[in-house]
């Protein structure tokens, strides 16, 4: 027997076992638009488990596919996947090592007998595959090799039956040695497995006795079967149809569908035609078949070993004359019973007319659920919901490729709108509790897990949540059947998005549009959402999945709170309302005459009078007393009259005039509060009930009594106890937008305060001219505002200027609830101590006045709070042993050296630590702040390092240590955990 005619047995007698079939699912792969010409074939393929993706989810379309690649993707075409993996002996091919991934499938291949190799002894299995290979190696897969050997060989023989057999369709530009990419390859799989198999059908004996092969091409035609590797392999059929029934539409069950098929060359080991089409419920897997309702489509069709059918791919057939347009865009004025016209997206001239089958009948689907409504009630739908999407479908005629003339089946699609309040989950259902909805819905939707006859779907970002994952503040899009009421639904299909935009300012609204214009972009409200928006005032929009506004939730830092703290007269008439802000300064703003009095009833411990001589007393305590007042006394505070338990009663929300400085107090006066008494819990970020945001402004009062001090708290300590009283609740999330602390207040530094490296400062417009420092902070560059009233602290107590800060000086800062900086202390007791001196001079300093390095601050009582003690420490690093470094104590020896004695300093565990270096040798051109360099010491040398009473001493002005010492700033928490370290270094 001839080497060619081993081939063509073993290619063809591979056809003729069977494997059996299991339902697999398609893969939709995020790099794969679902209108690219391939995508069809690569959703076939992954449904079968011929191809696959990478880890990453992709399926990387235009990564080139190697020799040992295709090898195996063929291979599994022919479902010899078991056989290629069980093999264990070495490939014929002295290149494919003994453990190359691919072996077994090389193997397979040259069994299969649609691989020879590049030689009888080199395969090359990692270059890349060329078009006229892969020809060939499908040709020969799908048992053609005995033709195209009769058709010239290599390589005619093979193009040429390779266009025949539509191998090559949908490939084109490319030459015989084109590097294939992975979509090109899965075009020609798929294309191959859908080819008539040429087969062994009988023997044929010879003269000699020996037997040749009588081969048959399965095509279907003239009483042959009609079998492919689909049919054969994968028990897989292409068919032509349509869905004509879903759970939505009919009784079928919720997983599957009733499919029609209307035209196959095999479907089930018969032939279907147009006159007799064939109905099957099937299920719908992963194909979304529910959604090609009543449209003409390509399926590939798997059959179980049960005899039930699993829809693994589906596509529009190209036959299809349909449009999508958007509700938004309909043109209700030109629009009739017997045409509909929508304009082009974004324009608002030129609608486009699209005539309907009024004739015959127009079927209407809205979310997949015929309807009864008339077009006329169709009209006046489209015109009230904005983000519906229509679909107007002329629809093929059975098993045909002609359409209708007009329109005659209108399929919509639309959503309602409600955001997540609350979340219930049970054993048997999950209700979703709404804040605000759609109006004609109702206020929560029951999700029954274990009832068949009802189905749901959540998406976040595109991918299956469960209805308990869902969060409070979810915007979720609904699709249900408005055939009855929201609660009654049969199905749920929602849309689930957590989009939103911080802190934007509404400039203007346009009501005829009804478009907001909110941080610089217009919006509309999401469909049947109420949305109550102010200019001039700031926002947190949650957005819907068509980027609709679902809620516009106002934020406290766009809105003036403030203690108002007197209202008093000012030499020359003008009435001034004293005001604490939420800034936690005092300002002062004209009160308007006729509101003097009204506004002083809001001061508690103040005197009223119900005439001007202040003769005759009115009590407070009577019934509409405020109407009465004349004239009044200022409050005076005492400790019986405390100004902590009035400025809470006066906290209020104002706005102020431009161009008068007047003061309008805003909702009636005075905001009455939520009082707690309670341990701070940072998990919820609550006091007690008073529960507070990342905007919320906390404002310190705890001092008003002693020093009449306020200010804003950036933090509080976890487990402390606090006196707070919130204002202004959120009907979202329930968070308080303005809380005051009157006792428990620490400083607004505590043990998580990093140091921080000043590495420049610049003016940048942000609300006007501001400076902003640039600071190395946990291990990055970053870029800080100063709040005007910024507050910074040097030695002795001493203000200090924003701009006497140089590159590399030390500081620790508090932010207030704007993200502005508020608050800093110099960690070193003058400015500009590394940037502005030599590396000489620091050292000669620094050894003379170690304990003067670093400013007299307290920092561990300003840093240190109930989690941890902290403390900010200065010296030579000496002794570094394992994770440890010892932070040395300078003192001179009997000869006047300056030594370190290393069983006196602070050993500190640095495995933790943020480390940054300042070098004084770094070139002056470039920043000589560096990250990531490393831990570093003062050189432990032996020359320099004597014994006296048993320690050991280093000498740091020994010639071998004195240029080399390195300093360090450390924060450290529980004494001996460095939490940054901060090197001071010459590396000349």
């Not at 195996?72 to 014929?92: G, H």
């Not at 080819?195 to 042959?224: F, M, Y």
């Not at 007393?625 to 004349?630: A, D, E, H, R, T």
């Amino acid at each position: 027997m001839n080497k060619n005619l081993k081939k063509v047995i073993s290619s063809v007698a591979a056809l003729t076992m069977v494997a059996s079939s299991v339902a697999a699912f398609a893969v939709d792969f995020p790099d794969v638009e679902s209108t690219a010409s391939y995508a069809q074939a690569v959703q076939e393929l992954s449904a079968l488990d011929v191809i696959s993706g990478y880890d990453d989810g992709t399926f990387g379309p235009d990564k080139l596919v190697t020799r040992a690649e295709i090898t195996k993707m063929i291979v599994d075409a022919l479902a010899e996947r078991s056989s290629a993996e069980a093999s264990t002996e070495s490939t014929k091919f002295a290149d494919v090592s003994a453990d190359h991934w691919a072996k077994g499938y090389i193997n397979q291949g040259v069994a299969n007998g649609f691989i020879a190799g590049m030689s009888d002894t080199e395969f090359d299995p990692d270059a890349n595959v060329t078009y006229v290979q892969a020809q060939k190696m499908l040709v020969s897969a799908i048992g053609y090799e005995t033709y195209a050997q009769a058709q010239g060989g290599w390589p005619t023989g093979y193009k040429t039956y390779a266009a025949s057999l539509d191998i090559t369709k949908g490939i084109s530009g490319i030459t015989d040695s084109t590097e294939l990419t992975r979509a090109q390859v899965a075009q020609m799989i798929d294309n191959a497995m859908d080819a008539p198999l040429c087969v062994i059908a009988s023997w044929k004996t010879e003269w000699n006795g020996s037997k040749t092969p009588n081969l048959e091409v399965r095509d279907g035609k003239e009483g042959r079967a009609y079998e492919t590797l689909f049919t054969e392999k994968h028990d897989a059929y292409k068919v032509y149809g349509r869905v004509t029934e879903t759970s939505k539409t009919g009784s079928v069950d919720t997983d599957k569908v009733t499919f029609q098929v209307e035209k196959a060359d095999n479907f089930d080991d018969e032939e279907v035609k147009a006159d007799s089409p064939v109905s099957e419920d099937m299920y719908i897997g992963d194909s979304k078949a529910d959604n090609y309702l009543r449209t003409y489509s390509q399926a590939l069709i798997q059959k179980n070993d049960d005899d039930e059918f699993t829809i693994l791919s589906i596509a529009a057939a190209a036959a299809n004359k349909s449009v999508t347009v958007a509700s938004e865009d309909f043109d209700e004025n030109k629009s009739t019973d017997e045409a509909l016209y929508f304009f082009p997206a974004g324009t608002t001239k030129g609608s486009t007319k699209y005539q309907l089958d009024t004739t015959n009948g127009v079927t209407i689907y809205i979310n997949g659920v015929e309807s009864s409504k008339s077009i006329a009630e169709l009209r006046d739908y489209l015109d009230k919901n904005e983000t519906a999407s229509v679909t107007l479908q002329k629809e093929t005629e059975t098993g045909s490729t002609s359409t209708s003339a007009k329109y005659n089946t209108i399929m919509v699609s639309s959503y309602v709108t409600a955001i997540v309040d609350e979340v219930i989950d049970k054993t048997n259902e999950t209700s979703v509790n709404f804040d605000t909805y759609s109006s004609g819905i109702q206020a929560k939707m029951t999700v029954n897990k274990d009832d068949d006859n009802y189905t749901y779907s959540f998406k976040l970002d595109g991918k299956d949540i469960e209805a308990k994952d869902l969060q409070q503040n979810d915007v979720l899009n609904i699709s249900y059947d408005t055939t009855g009421s929201f609660k009654d639904s049969s199905f749920y299909d929602v849309i689930v998005t957590r989009n939103v935009v911080d802190g934007v300012k509404c400039t203007s609204i346009n009501d005829s549009k009804g478009e907001y214009t909110i941080g610089g972009t217009k919006y509309k409200a999401a469909e049947g959402m109420d949305i109550d928006v102010e200019t001039s005032t700031e926002y947190s929009l949650y957005l819907d999945h068509f980027g609709r506004i679902a809620k516009a939730d106002e934020n406290s830092v766009s809105k003036n709170y403030g203690v108002l703290k007197n209202i008093y007269k000012k030499a020359g008439g003008d009435y001034m309302a004293q005001i604490i802000t939420k800034k936690g300064t005092e300002e002062e703003y004209k009160v308007d005459s006729d509101k003097v009095n009204e506004y002083a009833t809001y001061l508690k411990y103040a005197t009223f009078y119900s005439d001007a001589k202040k003769e005759n007393k009115i009590d407070t305590t009577t019934k509409d007393w405020q109407s009465k007042v004349v004239a009044f006394d200022e409050p005076k505070y005492s400790t019986s009259q405390p100004k902590s338990v009035a400025y809470p009663e006066q906290v209020v929300e104002y706005s102020v005039s431009s161009s008068s400085n007047k003061i309008t107090i805003k909702n009636g006066g005075v905001i009455a509060p939520t009082a707690a008494d309670a341990e701070y819990k940072e998990s919820g970020n609550k006091i007690g009930s008073v529960k507070m945001a990342d905007s919320t402004v906390i404002l310190d009062l705890s001092e008003v009594d002693t020093k009449d001090s306020y200010s804003v708290v950036s933090s509080l300590n976890d487990g402390s106890n606090y006196v707070a009283y919130g204002y202004d609740k959120s009907k979202s999330d329930n968070t308080y937008r303005f809380v005051i602390i009157t006792e428990g207040t620490s400083s607004v530094f505590n043990s998580e305060t990093q140091l921080a490296i000043f590495n420049g400062s610049e003016v940048i417009d942000k609300d006007g001219d501001k400076t902003a420092y640039n600071l190395v902070v946990n291990g990055e560059e970053k870029q800080f505002v100063l709040d005007d009233d910024v507050v910074i602290t040097g030695n002795a107590g001493k203000t200090v200027a924003e701009d006497a800060f140089d590159e590399g000086d030390v500081l620790v800062y508090a932010t207030n609830s704007e993200g502005y900086i508020s608050r800093i202390y110099s960690v070193f007791a003058a400015q500009n101590v590394l940037n502005g001196s030599s590396f000489e001079d620091f050292r000669t300093n620094a050894f003379k006045k170690q304990s003067s390095v670093l400013a007299d601050t307290k920092f561990a009582d300003l840093l240190s709070d109930d989690d941890n003690d902290v403390n900010v420490v200065f010296g030579p690093v000496v002794d570094k042993s394992g994770s440890n470094i010892t932070i040395g104590t300078v003192t001179t020896n009997a000869e006047g050296k300056y030594v370190v004695n290393y069983d006196e300093g602070l050993e500190v565990n640095y495995s933790n630590a943020k480390i940054y270096t300042y070098d004084f040798a770094a070139r002056s051109d470039n920043s000589r702040v560096l990250l990531d360099e490393g831990i570093a010491s003062t050189p432990d040398v032996k020359a320099a390092k004597t014994t006296v009473g048993g320690q050991d001493i280093l000498n740091l002005e020994h010639e071998a240590v004195i240029d080399d010492v390195v300093f360090a700033v450390v924060r450290t928490t529980d004494k001996d955990e460095a939490q940054e370290i901060y090197l001071i270094v010459n590396n000349d």
